[in-house]
T-cell receptor
């Protein structure tokens, strides 16, 4: 257990529905990253925050995806009008800048299945 | 592009040594990480290299050559529980990590 928590751990939804995932970081970690991972692939970067500021968004992040970190602590990732191609593991990772290598520690992930 | 290459699959025998290689584009390089990922679980941090040389942590060691754009993860005294995917990830000029597709290691008795 890295101390990063994610909720829910599993989500099954029907195509067209909206879903929201939450990530709670290690308390002193002010950088928070979202990644998406599909079977047989490594995690792909989606977006990241430093405190409450969203600093970078991947081109993978379509208009249907939005992420927030309103108070610089927990973060949410929302997917609107889900599509079957959104089925994946959504991983949150947090980092303490200036720590060893600025290592990212991952939460357990939210596995999304869109029917 | 920011390409990372690592073998897709490897097999080894319990008690043996295995070396998993990773090559990457050198321009803008700012650190390399190895993660272990068991099926259905999140990646867990194994090692970090930013300078040339070998970093040893118990049964696991990681090596980096910056000029060659090359790293390897060395696993000694393999155990069945080491069966997992091993992800090579590189940080270039930004904060995010770019991951390879992972090397799936199967350890046989």
């Amino acid at each position: 257990d890295t101390g990063v928590s994610q909720d829910p751990r599993h989500k099954i939804t029907k195509r067209g529905q909206n879903v929201t995932f939450r990530c709670d970081p290690i308390s002193e970690h002010n950088r928070l990253y979202w990644y998406r991972q599909t079977l047989g692939q490594g995690p792909e970067f989606l977006t990241y925050f430093q405190n409450e500021a969203q600093l970078e968004k991947s081109r993978l992040l379509s208009d249907r995806f939005s992420a927030e970190r309103p108070k610089g602590s927990f973060s949410t990732l929302e997917i609107q009008r889900t599509e079957q191609g959104d089925s994946a593991m959504y991983l949150c990772a947090t980092e303490l800048p200036g720590g060893e290598g600025e290592t990212q520690y991952f939460g357990p992930g939210t596995r999304l299945l869109v029917l | 592009g920011q390409n990372i290459d690592q073998p897709t699959e490897m097999t080894a025998t319990e008690g043996a040594i295995v070396q998993i290689n990773c090559t990457y584009q050198t321009s803008g390089f700012n650190g390399l990480f190895w993660y272990q990922q068991h099926a259905g679980e999140a990646p867990t941090f194994l090692s970090y290299n930013v300078l040339d040389g070998l970093e040893e942590k118990g049964r696991f060691s990681s090596f980096l050559s910056r000029s060659k754009g090359y790293s390897y993860l060395l696993l000694k005294e393999l155990q069945m529980k080491d069966s997992a995917s091993y992800l090579c990830a590189v940080r270039w000029d930004t904060d995010k990590l770019i991951f390879g597709t992972g090397t799936r290691l199967q350890v046989f008795p």
